[in-house]
């Protein structure tokens, strides 16, 4: 089992900055991919950035060149830097981590309980 512990969201305005943390923790063996989602009222869950497996990153679009997603592998965590924060940027964040873990290393999907980010004046 992998434990994801989000942790930086909150209220900002609109032009400012904020970062989020998510922590893995468990018995894991390696971790495949990593990296962020969020869902607003209304709307399906979206990437917003993320790790693939082979260790390049994908952004939305929406966010590219405002957004920064980076890790520590040694503690297995990642962050999302987010600048230039805008109204339509506020919403749920989820961490998400494809990982190898357990007594039998098996392959799964885990999910953060998510950061709530407000951007409003």
């Known amino acids: 089992q992998v434990q994801l512990v989000e942790s930086g969201g909150g209220l900002v305005q609109p032009g400012g900055s904020l970062r989020l943390s998510c922590a893995a923790s468990?018995?894991?063996?390696?971790?495949?991919?990593m990296g962020w989602y969020r869902q607003s009222p209304g709307k399906e869950r979206e990437l917003v950035a993320a790790?693939?497996?082979?260790?390049?990153?994908n952004y939305a679009d929406s966010v590219k060149g405002r957004f920064t997603i980076s890790r520590d592998n040694a503690k297995n965590t990642a962050y999302l830097q987010m600048n230039s924060l805008k109204p339509e940027d506020t919403a749920v964040y989820y961490c998400?981590?494809?990982?190898?873990?357990?007594?039998?290393?098996?392959?799964?999907?885990?999910w953060g309980q998510g950061t709530q980010v407000s951007v409003s004046s």
């Open positions: 468990g018995n894991i063996f390696s971790i495949i991919t």
């Open positions: 998400n981590t494809e990982a190898v873990a357990g007594w039998y290393r098996r392959k799964n999907t885990y």
């Open positions: 790790f693939t497996s082979a260790g390049s990153t």
